[in-house]
Structure formats: structure tokens, C-alpha cells
């Protein structure tokens, strides 16, 4: 085990606390459910290259069921809707599907073809008790979709003004700024640029130019108006909004090696983890973006990272999956 020392860390890096293998194939997208009541066990949900998602039940740390509803065609997006026995799944296929897990059900009530060739990750926000809205890239090279569920009727279809160059959308977060407020879609283009959108009127309100390459990811912490993007450079860039909702380059952070697969800001917004090309992790303080660990583990690209929903937040861990077939599991409340 190869563990990277920070200057200024209290502890070096911790091992995983846990490692899940049998997927037999890269992995994509995680999902954790670990908010229920007991005797509920929590869980982590994850997609794989091979079309299958893997249910793991993290008191076993085993599979206790395996979905397969994309084709064999890998799967790269999944959400659960209002707790874990309601799926959204998103694959290769052009299929975004709809699941009933309740009482040991795995059947796909409903599905939304896309047509969409890209690999850019649906977004859903809660609307109200059974309601959502859901982001998609659509058949249309620069477009989205947003649809309700699960009643799947279209909200609208964002298009970029004529002669825009931004490219497929590459990564999509819907957001409101509270309960009940106007819906609000940040998406990160093909040309680097990253974009707010105002869903209800489909309109942007502001666009600004991130990276020189495409966004591979992004994430928004709503309370403090301010998001974190990365591509296949060696650059994040944090950028702000501000109360006119014009997007501004709040800083950038030079990393070691390019390129980031995916971003995520823990939701207690202290710290945040990337996945990288460079089969590392990396965790940061969000406010100030300091730079705290990096979990040298994997043999291959990391793909995804997630952070648990656990109530009590000594359990609360972080997942990253890899290209080698693995995810591991990381315990880093008590170093943070």
C-alpha cells in the first residue's frame, strides 16, 4: 500500500476501509442509501461496463442483488428517488430506467429513451412528495432535455442561441436555491465552458469559459453559490455566482496530473473528493480548496466517487469506483 504524506496533515492517509470486488467489470457510477431506519441495512449502489448494477449491502459488504436492465451496455448514471427502493438507472443503451425495488423486486416500471450517444450523467432535484424533474442530454448535439417524473412530460428542451459553439454537454447539475424556488441547471460543454440555465423560461442566464478542454465534472454547493469544475486538464477551477447570477472564476488549483473523472462535494460541505486519470483520489477543504489527502489505491483511472448519506457521521464514507474492477471504501470523518 502506497500512502502519499501532505505537508501539514495530522495523520497520514488512511487504508480503504473496506474493498468490494465480484463485478467483473469497470466501474462507473455509485449511488449509496444509507439514510433508512434499522433493521434496514445501508447500501451502495453501483453501474458497471457490464450493463449490471450491483445492490451492495454495506453491513456484509456483499452483493445482495444484481440489476440488469440496460442491454449489457454499460451503465453510468444512478440515483435513488426518495429512498432506495425507487432507482433511476442510466446506460449506453440511450435508456434511462425506472426501478421497483420495494419488497425484493428488481423490474423496471418505465423507461425514457434518450438517443443520446454521449456519456453525460442525468441530474434530477425533488420538486415536491413524488414529483421530480430530470436533466438529460438530448438526440440534438448541444441540447437538453427536462422531463417531470415520473410522469416523463417534457418541461423543456434547452438550446444554446444559434452560432453558440459549446459542443455536447458533458455534465449537468439541477439545483434550486430553496424549496420550492425556480429550478436552475448548471451543465459543463464540450468547449469548456460551463453554463446557468433557467429551466423554467430556458434561458441562460450566464456563461463562462472554465477550461480549454471539455468539463468532465462539476459540482454546486447551493448555500454558498459557488461550484467546482474539472476536465481532462491539470486544472480545477472554482467559480462563484453572484446575486445578479453571472458565473465568475472565483480561483484555480494546479493538480500533479490531468485530467478528473468525476467531482463531489461532501454534503456537509466541508470537503470534497475528485477521481482521477491518475488512479488517485484526492480530498480537499472546500473553503479554501487545501489540498488534505490523496488515496493512492487503485491500479487503474477512477471513475466516480460518492459520499454515503449515513445519519450518524462517524459511519459516513467515501466510495470510489476504478476502471480495475473495484471500489473502495474510505472512513475519513475522524482524520477530517
Given amino acids: 500500500m502506497k500512502l502519499k504524506f501532505i505537508a501539514g496533515m495530522a495523520l497520514p492517509p488512511p487504508d480503504p476501509q473496506f474493498v468490494l470486488r465480484g463485478t467483473s467489470a469497470a466501474i462507473h457510477t455509485l449511488h449509496f442509501s444509507c439514510g433508512g431506519q434499522e433493521p434496514d441495512p445501508p447500501v451502495l449502489f453501483s453501474g458497471s461496463e457490464n450493463g449490471l448494477i450491483h445492490v451492495w449491502n454495506l453491513k456484509t459488504h456483499r452483493v445482495d442483488t444484481a440489476l440488469d436492465g440496460h442491454g449489457r451496455k454499460s451503465v453510468y448514471c444512478v440515483e435513488t428517488m426518495g429512498g432506495k427502493d425507487r432507482l433511476l438507472s442510466q446506460g449506453r443503451d440511450q435508456r434511462i430506467c425506472l426501478w421497483d425495488l420495494a419488497e425484493g423486486r428488481t423490474s423496471v416500471t418505465d423507461s425514457v429513451c434518450t438517443e443520446h450517444v454521449g456519456f453525460c450523467r442525468c441530474s434530477l432535484v425533488q420538486l415536491a412528495q413524488g414529483r421530480w424533474l430530470m436533466a438529460t442530454a438530448a438526440k440534438v448535439l ?51 465552458s460551463v453554463v446557468l440555465w433557467n429551466v423554467t423560461m430556458g434561458k441562460v442566464l450566464s456563461q463562462l469559459i472554465c477550461h480549454q478542454e471539455p468539463v468532465m465534472s462539476l459540482d454546486f454547493d447551493s448555500e454558498r453559490t459557488k461550484g467546482i469544475s474539472g476536465s481532462s486538464e491539470k486544472v480545477l477551477c472554482i467559480w462563484s455566482l453572484n446575486e445578479q447570477q453571472n458565473l465568475q472564476v472565483y480561483k484555480t488549483h494546479e493538480l500533479v496530473n490531468a485530467g478528473i473523472s468525476d467531482i463531489t462535494i461532501r454534503p456537509d460541505k466541508k470537503i470534497l473528493a475528485t477521481a482521477g486519470w491518475d ?27 460518492s459520499f454515503s448519506d449515513h445519519r450518524n457521521p462517524r459511519e459516513r464514507l467515501l466510495a470510489a469506483g476504478s476502471k480495475d474492477q473495484r471500489i473502495s471504501l474510505w472512513s475519513l470523518y475522524t482524520q477530517s
Fill in 279 to 305: 488512479h488517485r483520489i484526492r480530498i480537499f477543504g472546500w473553503k479554501k480548496l487545501k489540498p488534505l489527502a490523496v488515496l493512492d489505491y487503485h491500479t487503474a483511472t477512477v471513475h466516480c466517487v
Fill in 142 to 192: 448541444q441540447e437538453v432535455q427536462v422531463l417531470e417524473l415520473p410522469s416523463k412530460t417534457s418541461v423543456c428542451t434547452l438550446k444554446p442561441e444559434v452560432g453558440a459553439k459549446l459542443g455536447m454537454p458533458m455534465c449537468l447539475k439541477l439545483w434550486q436555491l430553496s424549496c420550492g424556488s425556480q429550478p436552475l441547471l448548471l451543465a459543463g460543454y464540450e468547449d469548456g
